[in-house]
T-cell receptor, first 117, second 112 residues
Framework: GAVVSQHPSRVICKSGTSVKIECRSL??????MFWYRQFPKQSLMLMAT?????????EQGVEKDKFLINHASLTLSTLTVTSAHPEDSSFYIC?????????????FGPGTRLTVL | KNQVEQSPQSLIILEGKNCTLQ??????????LRWYKQDTGRGPVSLTI?????NTKSNGRYTATLDADTKQSSLHITASQLSDSASYIC???????????FGTGTRLKVLA
């Protein structure tokens, strides 16, 4: 149980285009989903927290107009990187926290490798 | 400021050997501390979770220890296998928030 999927696993795009990454909780409802970014040989950095049906909360230094987050249902959150540039190339990981129970456990997705040319 | 420092940064060992990874943190108060394994190009997978009152927790060949007084934790890997090659991340979870604070990680390479 507690499986989180991400799609796509890898994406290559041209500079200036937008890319959408999906994060799904497959066997549980996720009240809260988190988006992280990880650069090579570095640890995960939290970008934003999203609660179903409300606006995401972004961490300091993360541009909310560039990284659009939508958490429209209890099993799906999307991250759209708008007008992507080479410096946005990174490994993006989502996690999901089950709703309805008092828990701080997050279940992580497998990640999406974004390469911007 | 909450910080999590792990050592060593990287480690190379031979298959079958044991190793111990260290984690020093300043997160306080915290509700629990987790160790994750992250394979290259994959998301983190939970290995152990300890509350602040627990001293040790095992999961197969992985044994985590916690000393809340000195704010140190360690992860001991017994009889290492090639598949143990990965990054190991210490995550003390602050009380009162759903946010995780990730350590800097230790990259382990197990050689045949």
């Amino acid at each position: 149980g507690a499986v989180v999927s991400q799609h796509p696993s890898r994406v290559i795009c041209k500079s200036g285009t937008s890319v959408k990454i999906e994060c799904r909780s497959l066997d549980f409802q996720a009240t809260t989903m988190f988006w992280y970014r990880q650069f090579p040989k570095q640890s995960l950095m939290l970008m934003a927290t999203s609660n179903e049906g409300s606006k995401a909360t972004y961490e300091q230094g993360v541009e909310k107009d560039k990284f659009l987050i939508n958490h429209a249902s209890l099993t799906l959150s999307t991250l759209t990187v708008t007008s992507a540039h080479p410096e946005d190339s990174s490994f993006y990981i989502c996690s999901a926290r089950p709703g309805g129970v008092s828990t701080d456990t997050q279940y992580f997705g497998p990640g999406t490798r974004l390469t911007v040319l | 400021k909450n910080q999590v420092e792990q050592s060593p940064q990287s480690l190379i060992i031979l298959e079958g050997k044991n190793c111990t990874l260290q984690c020093n943190y300043t997160v306080s108060p915290f509700s629990n501390l987790r160790w994750y394994k992250q394979d290259t190009g994959r998301g983190p997978v939970s290995l152990t979770i300890m509350t602040f009152s627990e001293n040790t927790k095992s999961n197969g060949r992985y044994t985590a220890t916690l000393d809340a007084d000195t704010k140190q934790s360690s992860l001991h890997i017994t009889a290492s296998q090639l598949s143990d090659s990965a990054s190991y991340i210490c995550v003390p979870h602050p009380t009162g928030t759903y946010k995780y604070i990730f350590g800097t990680g230790t990259r382990l390479k197990v050689l045949a």
